[in-house]
């Protein structure tokens, strides 16, 4: 299976910052790299696949990067209903796989 | 409005069996590809199968692979996901979610059901 490292696995911040967080692979996936928000006790939500693609509805300060084994999500300005837990999944072989995971917690 | 339901989730038995259900609605369900994932408490989410919009492609994570069987009902909007032969690290919070992307965006989950909780404990 190809693993999906994330970091870091936690972070503070504040409203108005802006927030990176990196998904690494260990074998290279192209583009196929998804990001994903989840809130306590409830489903994942995708906000951006094939990389850098914003899904429907995901507000613009979402924006994904990355290629190959690097992979970013960036959080242009933090805004309140943002403080959740974030996951990259790849697509690239039939075994998808997600990371463990990214929390981002109020400085 | 798209949703999905689960249900089926039970406390069972180490060796046991399970059939999870899910129902859609709000949108065109023999269209999509679907899948099953899990998400143990505390862990991130786990991808367990994939079944297209036809049901003839079907594949599983090596974790369930000869235990879980998917399968699906267009005429019924439904997946559903039999489990057998249960442990104790099956124990998670089960979710369907609807599949999309082809070989150039990958594959995406975009709607996804709100979880029925697995139990597996003696």
């Not at chain 2, 689960?6 to 069972?12: H, T």
């Not at chain 2, 408490?41 to 879980?68: D, M, N, Q, T």
């Not at chain 2, 919070?93 to 594959?107: K, P």
Request: proline residues 3%; hydrophobic residues 30%.
């Amino acid at each position: 299976d190809i693993q999906m490292t994330q970091s870091p696995s936690s972070l503070s911040a504040s409203v108005g910052d802006r927030v990176t967080i990196t998904c690494r692979s260990s074998h290279s996936i192209s583009s196929y790299l998804n990001w994903y928000q989840q809130k306590p006790g409830k489903a994942p939500r995708v906000l951006v696949y094939a990389a850098s693609s914003l899904q429907s509805g995901v507000p613009s300060r979402f924006s994904g990067s990355g290629s190959g084994t690097d992979f970013t999500l960036t959080i242009s300005s933090l805004q309140p209903e943002d403080f959740a837990t974030y996951f990259c999944q790849q697509s690239y072989n039939t075994s998808w796989t997600f990371g463990q995971g990214t929390k981002v917690e109020f400085k | 409005e798209m949703q999905l339901v689960e249900s089926g989730g039970a406390l069972v038995q180490p060796g046991g069996s399970l059939r999870l259900s899910c129902a859609a609605s709000g949108f065109t369900f023999g269209s999509y590809e679907m899948n099953w994932v899990r998400q143990a408490p505390g862990k991130g989410p786990e991808w367990l199968s994939y079944i297209s919009s036809s049901g003839s492609v079907i594949y599983y994570a090596a974790s369930v692979k000869g235990r879980f069987t998917i399968s699906r009902d267009n005429a019924r909007n439904s997946v559903f996901l039999q489990m057998k032969t249960l442990r104790v690290e099956d124990t998670a919070v089960y979710y369907c979610a609807r599949g999309r992307g082809d070989y150039v965006e990958g594959h995406y989950m975009d709607v996804w059901g709100t979880g029925t909780t697995v139990t597996v404990s003696s």
